[in-house]
Structures are given as structure tokens and as C-alpha cells.
């Protein structure tokens, strides 16, 4: 018999089993590999992706009953423009006085399916007014879509940071998320299991400022069709007109309102100011995959 076989067959079956392993050391895809699934993000998204030609057919609408508190006034929330399009909605600030902020929740990333780029662009201020309870309103406007102008970052963005939300800061295993009347929720958790630390961490941050009474995020988008989509010029110079020059400057959003008509427009209902503005409000994802 062998001398090394003969030294093996001494030692108990856990030595033998080390001796053997740092002769026969594993490759770093094995290293990589538990009980068949490889520990890589990236080729993780890869295989849990939404096919989004799926979601241009026809379906029925599904009905998500909601179960926010009562909506507050206009005045009330907080306002964000999403960058670009979003731009466009300036005058209509201008003319309400109301104070906002920018905020990039990009379409691209959500037709990429880059959810993890998606959630570290968004801001923290943004973040932090989730965490506190407030209403928070994206103003967008769509430029695919003519017929309701809801653009990719707000009926698709906007629902994967609400449920990334959920699941992160309070837990919520039961919520569930339709995209255009699919049910993405596996999908969607499986790109949030295979987040980095440090996405997590960022995200896990801002859930030590939530009240004890919140149970989930308020956050909401008002959008419209838009016909200046890829004019970069128009963005340009209407950002530059809001912030350099006087405000009286920027094109009038439609006729000047009185002051009743006004402070009725800022204390009114949510739903119906938005209305009035020409705009739409986008609560949950309701919309029907034929729109």
C-alpha cells in the first residue's frame, strides 16, 4: 500500500477531506457556485428580467384597492421634477408659487432593467420625506404614449421604489405589484435580493427617521403628454429662465388664475387640482397593458 494512502486511511474522514481539498483546490467558479447558482448580481438580473414586449398586449385592468391615508391638499405635498421632461412643469410652479425640487428617475434604467442604478440615483431628500411620512408627488410627462402620458419611470420607476420601500423599510411581504395588469412582485424581489451592501445600507439609512405610525410610502406621481420630447434647447432655457432670470419670464402655464381661484386650487382636493391643472394623478398601477 502506499505511504499516503496509509497515512489517510489513520486520520478521521474530516482530516482526510481538508488534506484533500488543498491538494485539489477549487476553481473560482466553483468558489462562486452554491448548490448550483452562481453568487453574481449582474448574471442574477440577467435571468430575472420582465419582458416588456409582454407588456404591450391587451388585459383587463386590474382594480388595486388602496389603502392610503386621505390624500392632502396641493399645497401640502412635496413636489418633484423629474429630469428631463419634467422640466416642462416649471411655469405651472411659477404661476402657484408652490417650492419643489429635482429629482432623476430615468426611463432608460427601467427599460434596461438596471434596478440597482435606479434605487442609488435617487435623491435622499426624496428619501427623507418618504421616511417622514409626507406626500410626495413626481411631476413627469410622457413622451411614448400620447394617449395617457404616463411615462415609463412613473408607472414603472416609481412602483419598484415604492416596493423596494416596502419590503425594506417595514417589512411588508404581503404587498404586490402589477405592471399594466402583470404581477411582477417575484420579479421584482428577486432584483432586490440581489442588491449590493451598500444599496441596501443606503436605503436602510433613512428607515431610523420613520414615525411610528407609517406603514408605507407615499409616493405618487402627476403626469401629462408632452411635445417636446429629445429638445433639449427647450429644457435648457426653460431651467435657465426659472433660476437666473425673474420668474414673470417663463411662458404663463394657461390664464392667470385670481386669488380665490388660486388658494382654491392650492386647499382643494388632490385629485381635482390636478384635474384642473390639466394634469393626471397616478396613485397605483392601474393602467391596463392596452393603453
Not at 484533500?20 to 448548490?35: D, I, M
Not at 411655469?91 to 427601467?110: D, G, H, K, N, W
Not at 411615462?151 to 414603472?156: D, E, K, N, T
Request: charged content about 20%; proline content about 6%; glycine content about 4%.
Amino acid at each position: 500500500m502506499p505511504l499516503a494512502t496509509q497515512v489517510l486511511s489513520k486520520w478521521p474522514a474530516t482530516a482526510a477531506h481538508s488534506v484533500c481539498t488543498r491538494e485539489r483546490p477549487r476553481s473560482a467558479a466553483a468558489k462562486n457556485t452554491v448548490r448550483g447558482s452562481i453568487r453574481h448580481p449582474v448574471r442574477q438580473q440577467r435571468r430575472c428580467r420582465i419582458p416588456l414586449a409582454a407588456l404591450r398586449g391587451t388585459a383587463p385592468v386590474v382594480d388595486i384597492p388602496d389603502q392610503e391615508a386621505a390624500l392632502p391638499c396641493l399645497r401640502d405635498c412635496h413636489h418633484f421634477i423629474n429630469l428631463t421632461n419634467g422640466i416642462e412643469a416649471l411655469p405651472v410652479f411659477a404661476e402657484l408659487e408652490l417650492p419643489y425640487s429635482f429629482v432623476r428617475i430615468q426611463s432608460t434604467m427601467c427599460e434596461q432593467q438596471r434596478f440597482e442604478h435606479l434605487i442609488n440615483e435617487v435623491d435622499a431628500n426624496l428619501l427623507m420625506h418618504l421616511a417622514l411620512g409626507h406626500c410626495c408627488l413626481v411631476w413627469d410627462y410622457g413622451s411614448r404614449n400620447k394617449k395617457q402620458g404616463a411615462s415609463r419611470a412613473q408607472w414603472y420607476g416609481i412602483e419598484f421604489i415604492r416596493h423596494v420601500l416596502n419590503r425594506v423599510w417595514w417589512h411588508n411581504m404581503t404587498s404586490e405589484v402589477y405592471l399594466r395588469g402583470y404581477r411582477v412582485t417575484p420579479v421584482f424581489d428577486q432584483h432586490i435580493n440581489a442588491f449590493h451592501n451598500s444599496t441596501r445600507k443606503r436605503v436602510k439609512y433613512f428607515r431610523q427617521y420613520i414615525p411610528p405610525c407609517r406603514t408605507g410610502p407615499r409616493l405618487y406621481s402627476v403626469y401629462r403628454a408632452t411635445t417636446h420630447d429629445d429638445d433639449a434647447n427647450f429644457y435648457r432655457e426653460l431651467v435657465r429662465q426659472s433660476h437666473t432670470g425673474p420668474s414673470r419670464a417663463l411662458p404663463m402655464a394657461g390664464d392667470r388664475r385670481s386669488f380665490p381661484e388660486q388658494h382654491a386650487l392650492l386647499a382643494g382636493p388632490l385629485q381635482d387640482s390636478v384635474e384642473q391643472l390639466g394634469f393626471k394623478l397616478f396613485l397605483r398601477n392601474k393602467i391596463s397593458r392596452s393603453t
